[in-house]
C-alpha cells in the first residue's frame, strides 16, 4: 500500500456528478473517480483534507480508482488496469518523463513554464482522457512546423521549438516547447501577423484560434514573430483559411481579454 504522505494531487476537475484527480503517488500518476455523493463538496476541493480521507492505494499498477458510496453509506471503490489513451502522433525521438520536470510556473490548467537541462521551457499535458485529442492536434501541428523548418533553416520560425514529447508511466501525453519571450499581438501588428497566419496555411494547416493572445511578439531589435497554441488546427481549407484572414484585424484589436492565460506563480 502507498502511504499519504507521499501522495500529491497534481490536476482535479469537479462538477456536480464527479471528482476527477490526477495523483502522484511516488514516481507514478494514478487517476481517481469520486462521486458527488462521497464527500461533502469541501473535502472533494480541497486535497488536504481529501488525502487522509482516502483509502489506501494498492502497490499494482493501477490506472484508475473509481469511489462511490454503497446503499448501506461505506465507501466502495473499483480499480481499472486498463491502459490509458495517450498520443499517437509521436514523432521526435525525445521522450522526457513529466514528473522529472522542475514546475516554475502555472499558466492554466496543464500549461506550466518548467526547468528543462538548464533553461526555462513549457510543458503542456493531457491533464485527462478527453484533454488527449487537442493535445494530438497540436503535436500533430508542430510535426509539419518542424518538418518544414528542418527543411528551410533560414527562415524566421513559425512557433516556439518542439523539444520532445513528455510522458507519465511510460505513455505519451503532451510536449515540451522551447520557452520564448514575447507579448501578445495588437493591431499594429496586423502585416507580420497576417505574412506568418499565411505562411502556416501554406502548410496546408488552419490555425483555428487567432486570438491576439496567440501571436508571442518579441519586440526586441530583431525580434520575430510566432504562433502559440494549435490546439485548435485543421488541414487547410480555403474556405476556413480565408475566414480567419478576415477575422485577424478584429482580433488584433480585442481589448477585452478573450484569449489571453491566467498566471499563477
Not at 10 to 30: A, M, T
Not at 119 to 131: G, M, P, R
Not at 167 to 187: Q, Y
Not at 240 to 262: N, Y
Request: charged share 25%; net charge negative.
Amino acid at each position: 500500500m502507498c502511504s499519504k504522505p507521499n501522495i500529491e494531487i497534481l490536476s482535479q476537475v469537479i462538477n456536480d456528478e464527479n471528482g476527477y484527480y490526477r495523483l502522484r503517488v511516488g514516481r507514478r500518476v494514478h487517476y481517481l473517480i469520486i462521486s458527488s455523493d462521497a464527500f461533502d463538496d469541501d473535502t472533494m476541493c480541497r486535497p488536504y483534507l481529501l488525502i487522509p480521507r482516502l483509502p489506501d492505494l494498492p502497490d499494482s499498477p493501477l490506472t484508475t480508482m473509481t469511489l462511490s458510496r454503497g446503499e448501506d453509506g461505506s465507501l466502495t471503490s473499483a480499480i481499472s488496469t486498463d491502459p490509458l489513451p495517450e498520443i499517437r502522433t509521436a514523432w521526435h525521438e525525445l521522450r522526457v518523463d513529466v514528473l522529472n520536470l522542475e514546475r516554475t510556473r502555472r499558466f492554466r490548467s496543464g500549461v506550466h513554464e518548467v526547468q528543462y537541462e538548464g533553461a526555462s521551457a513549457i510543458a503542456k499535458i493531457a491533464c485527462f482522457n478527453w484533454d488527449i485529442a487537442r493535445i494530438e492536434r497540436e503535436t500533430w501541428a508542430y510535426s509539419i512546423i518542424a518538418r518544414h523548418q528542418s527543411q528551410h533553416p533560414d527562415e524566421s520560425p513559425i512557433a516556439p521549438d518542439f523539444l520532445g514529447h513528455l510522458t507519465e508511466n511510460g505513455r505519451v501525453m503532451g510536449f515540451l516547447l522551447g520557452k520564448v519571450d514575447g507579448e501578445p499581438a495588437c493591431a499594429n501588428d496586423l502585416v507580420n501577423c497576417d505574412a506568418l497566419l499565411r505562411r502556416l496555411h501554406r502548410l496546408g494547416l488552419v490555425h483555428g484560434d487567432v486570438n491576439r493572445h496567440n501571436f508571442l511578439v518579441d519586440r526586441t531589435p530583431g525580434g520575430v514573430t510566432r504562433l502559440i497554441d494549435f490546439e485548435h488546427v485543421e488541414e487547410f481549407d480555403e474556405r476556413s483559411a480565408e475566414a480567419e484572414l478576415q477575422s485577424l484585424p478584429a482580433e488584433l484589436a480585442e481589448e477585452t481579454g478573450r484569449g489571453s492565460t491566467v498566471t499563477i506563480p
